[in-house]
């Protein structure tokens, strides 16, 4: 059966999502109210600007809810501003500024430098089978330090951010500092999908 996996839907890229579960053979739905969270497999936190999400699971009262879903177990998958969210620690952010936490990872806010920076590239990322993952970085966060309790999935292989990490996983959390939903590669969902499911 397939497994039925959330998008917060507050900003970002909600519908590239959706488009890159159902290709990964999940069922999605879109969540923005707390009784939405019941009865979810897994969850995706697209990427937007990771501030303004932060607020807006505040004034939807979003915010608890999610930490003590992830704190319990959901499988979760942040995409960018998502990664930004699930860290445990952020570089670079507003003097207000949560996350929900989850990921053991100190993460930098827009490493790779402003909108007119973002670039594509393939990105080799462990569990994922066949050529580089088409990654996007939008004013991307990288991770700067993994605690003992997480895995790099991925690095930048070349170039002048070679070596940045750029993919984590810590249980059946799974992060990524680029945007595998728009450039039509599903193999990251797909992985999550695995995930979810405990193929991985």
Known sequence: MSPTIGVLALQGDVREHRTALESAGARWTSVRRPAELDGLDGLVLPGGESTTIDKLLRIFELHEPLREAIAS??????????????????????????????????????????????FETHVDVEGVGGPGVRAAFIRAPWVEEVGPRATVLATIGAGPAAGRIVAVRQGSLLATSFHPEITGDARIHELFVSIVRKEY
Do not use: E, H, K, W
């Open 73 to 118: 177990g959901l499988p979760v998958y942040g995409s960018c501003a998502g990664m930004i969210l699930l860290a445990d620690r952020v570089l670079d952010g507003t003097s207000d500024q949560q996350t929900l936490g989850g990921l053991d990872v100190t993460v930098r806010r827009n490493a790779f430098g402003r909108q007119v920076d973002s």
